[in-house]
C-alpha cells in the first residue's frame, strides 16, 4: 500500500546559512594563521634571503643603507638647524628606523595580497598568514637596524636608564598595529587598488611632519609656536616615535603618549576585525 504525500507533509529544505561573514570566522583566521609560525616565519626569511640574492654584503645592505641615511640627514639638518650633534644624531638615527618599519608595514601592507596571487590561490592557508609574514619580514629588518642605534649609542653615548625596558610594550604594540594596518589596507587595496597609491603620497607628506629630522624642542618657547606644538600631537606619529624613541635616549615619555597610541590600537584593531569579518572571503576573487 503506497502513501501520497502532501506538499504540507514535506519540510522545505533550507540551504544552510553561510558564517563566512562572522566574527568567529575572522577570530579563527587570525588565531589558525599564527598557529602556524613555521609557515610564514620561513616565507619571510626567504622574502629577505630573496631581495638580497647574489649581493656581496646581502641582508647587511638594510643596515647600511639606512646608517648613511641617518648619517647624511643627522650631519645636514643638524648643522641647518643649529642643533648638537651628539643629541640630534641619536634623534634622527632611532626616528629613521621606527619610521622604517611603520611606513614599509603600510605600504608593503597595502600589496600584501596582490603580489601573492598565486599563494593564496594554490595554498589553502589562512589570509592572515599572509599578514603574519609582512610583520615578521618587518621584524627583521628592523632587528637589522637596530644595530646602528648600537654603533651611535657606542660614538654618543646617552643617559640611559631603566626606563629602556619600556622599548619592550612599545615594541609589542608597534607589532599589533602592524598587523592591523596589513589587514586593513591590504584587503581594501585589492579591492580598490587607488588606495596604495594615495598611502604612498599620505606616507610621504606624514614624513615631513613627524618630528624625524626636526626636533619639537623649540615649539614651546612662545604661544605661536605653543599652538604649533599641538598641531603636531594631532599626527598620531609623532605619539609612537615618542614612545619608542623617548626610552631609548633616556628622555620621560609622558603617561597620555602611551594613552593615545593604545587608543589608536584598539580602533585599529576594530577596522581590521570588522574587515575582515566582511571582505576575508572575497580577496581570493579580488586578486
Known amino acids: 500500500m503506497s502513501t501520497v504525500l502532501h506538499d504540507d507533509d514535506v519540510a522545505p529544505l533550507r540551504p544552510q546559512a553561510s558564517d563566512s561573514r562572522t566574527l568567529r570566522r575572522a577570530l579563527t583566521d587570525l ?22 640574492r647574489r649581493s656581496l654584503l646581502g641582508p647587511l645592505w638594510i643596515t647600511v643603507a639606512t646608517g648613511v641615511t641617518a648619517v647624511a640627514m643627522g650631519l645636514l639638518y643638524g648643522e641647518l638647524f643649529g642643533i648638537d650633534i651628539k643629541t640630534f644624531l641619536p634623534h634622527v638615527t632611532l626616528g629613521l628606523i621606527f619610521w622604517n618599519f611603520i611606513s614599509q608595514s603600510i605600504l608593503e601592507g597595502s600589496v600584501v595580497f596582490s603580489s601573492n596571487e598565486g599563494l593564496l590561490k594554490q595554498i589553502p592557508s589562512p589570509l592572515s598568514v599572509h599578514v603574519y609574514r609582512l610583520v615578521w619580514r618587518q621584524s627583521i629588518i628592523f632587528a637589522h637596524n637596530i644595530v646602528i642605534y648600537a654603533v651611535v649609542m657606542a660614538v654618543f653615548p646617552q643617559p640611559v636608564n631603566w626606563t629602556i625596558l619600556l622599548i619592550i610594550p612599545a615594541l609589542f604594540l608597534f607589532a599589533l598595529n602592524a598587523i592591523w ?107
Open 31 to 52: 588565531r589558525v594563521g599564527f598557529a602556524q609560525r613555521e609557515l610564514w616565519a620561513l616565507l619571510g626569511w626567504q622574502d629577505i634571503k630573496q631581495r638580497y
Open 181 to 287: 594596518v596589513t589587514i586593513v589596507f591590504g584587503i581594501l587595496s585589492t579591492r580598490f587598488r587607488d588606495i596604495g597609491q594615495l598611502l604612498a603620497t599620505v606616507v610621504q607628506l606624514v614624513f615631513f611632519m613627524t618630528p624625524i629630522i626636526w626636533t619639537t624642542d623649540n615649539l614651546g618657547q612662545n604661544a605661536q609656536n605653543s599652538s604649533r606644538l599641538k598641531l603636531v600631537e594631532l599626527n598620531p606619529m609623532f605619539h609612537y616615535l615618542e614612545i619608542s624613541r623617548g626610552p631609548l635616549v633616556g628622555e620621560h615619555v609622558q603617561a597620555y603618549h602611551w594613552f593615545i597610541v593604545i587608543g589608536c590600537t584598539a580602533l585599529g584593531w576594530l577596522a581590521a576585525l570588522a574587515v575582515l569579518r566582511n571582505f576575508r572571503a572575497r580577496v581570493a576573487y579580488w586578486v
